[in-house]
């Protein structure tokens, strides 16, 4: 069963259609003109609309633009008089289902109806199932919904499934790891170990000694043979962090084992073959230091196949919001503290803060603020200093003199969500309209 919007200037035949189809069991709206029904439409998102195509004010033709534009769901039977059946036709190419010719064959639209309610529900349930996998592929601790973002979660989607290495940039704190992680974890290799090494915080011998492994003696201190972090991970991934750190002598031997899949152990004459794949990150520009001659150009190649740059905090300020969100969640959780969220004030001064420390200092001044927080909501009292002071941020927005309030209404709708982080609660508080109204404008006006 399904909900039918039938659209007929007359009266009569409008009648006998909402009275044949709702002993059915479906649920039938009506409406008089095409203006009137795109309004009902909109409104109720009816699964089927049941329009004439001669009607005064908006025709059945432009009624059925208007409607898929906004509704690319909703199937739409046309009823056209005879010596309009090339009409119906061009009609059908614009994205109606079918079309019947008056007198109505009650027995065929039944059909129709049923075959259409079937066409709509397969087109709702891949809706779905491509939801399901964009909420599979958002992986867990990545949490945003900026642009930026969005092409990032995109990139990891098509890229993980593959064996491509991966260079990921970005400044230190934005999340480098957590896409490493997402790689790996939604790859074929997932069953296989995840292995991780910051190479800035080793000196060479021993960077050397991680990534490969050492024989017993091979140097002081080295009392046993020991694996290296290629062989740990063989048939798995090695992430390596803060890749421009490491040394051109290590360089060449990172190369050599991207290139030949092999290597020897420090110390050792045994060569070992492994199957790994290389995801690296950091926070330098390589193409400068490959310029100034500290990282070698035939190794830079090799390991940004694919290259995901993690653009900083401030530069995706819509983010902020439900990062605040996602860290009051799991900081309330950890501290079984009965934090639910925050005050306008403090979140607007924390979507106004740049984050030189970027996702990892948000998330540090979250969990010091769930702690300190004496109420279920977090205000500006527990925000640090450094926060507390930033001036929030206040704009206007110019408009040309004859835009009509549609224009404006739309445009102030846009502003205030770009500027609360989309966070529809809050702009619809701004606004001064409540929630729901707040979603009809914006699927109204496609925001």
Known sequence: MGIILVVEDQKPARAALVSALSKDGHKLLEAQTGKEG?????????????????????????????LKEKLPQTEVILITAYGNVELAVQAMKRGAYDFMEKPIDLVKLRVLIHKALEKRALAVENIALRESLRQKYRFDNIVGASQKMS????????????????????????GKELIANAIHYNSPRKE??????????????????????????????????????????????????????????????????????????V???????????????????LKKAVEEGTFREDLFYRIHVVTIDVPPLRERKEDIPPLVSHFINKFAAENKK???????????LLTSYDYPGNVRELENIIESAVVMATGNLIDVSVLPPSVRSVTPVCESIPLPVGSTLTDVEKRLIGETLRLTGGNKVQAAKVLGIGTRTLYRKIKEYNL
């Not at 409104?43 to 004439?52: A, G, K, Q, S």
């Not at 092409?151 to 934005?174: C, D, K, R, W």
């Not at 009965?338 to 607007?348: I, Q, R, S």
């Open 267 to 285: 110390g050792g004459n045994e060569t070992i073959k492994v199957d790994v794949r290389l995801v690296t990150a950091t926070n330098k520009d």
């Open 192 to 265: 296989r170990p995840l292995v991780k090494l910051n190479c800035a915080s080793l000196s060479e011998t021993l960077l050397e000694s991680e990534l490969f492994g050492h024989e017993k003696g091979a140097f002081t201190g080295a009392i046993s043979r020991r694996k290296g972090r290629f062989e740990i991970a063989d048939g798995g991934t090695l992430f390596l962090d803060e890749i421009g750190g490491v040394s051109l002598a290590v360089q060449v031997k990172l190369l050599r084992v991207l290139q030949e899949r092999e290597f020897e152990r």
């Open 151 to 174: 092409e990032i979660y995109q990139i990891v989607t098509q890229v993980a499934p593959t064996n491509a290495t991966v260079l990921i940039t970005g400044e230190s704190g934005t």
């Open 338 to 348: 009965n934090v639910k969220g925050v005050t306008d004030e403090a979140l607007l």
């Open 38 to 66: 795109l309004q009902s439409a909109l409104e109720n998102e009816p699964d089927i609309v049941i329009t004439d195509i001669r009607m005064p004010e908006m025709d059945g033709m432009e009624f059925l633009g208007a």
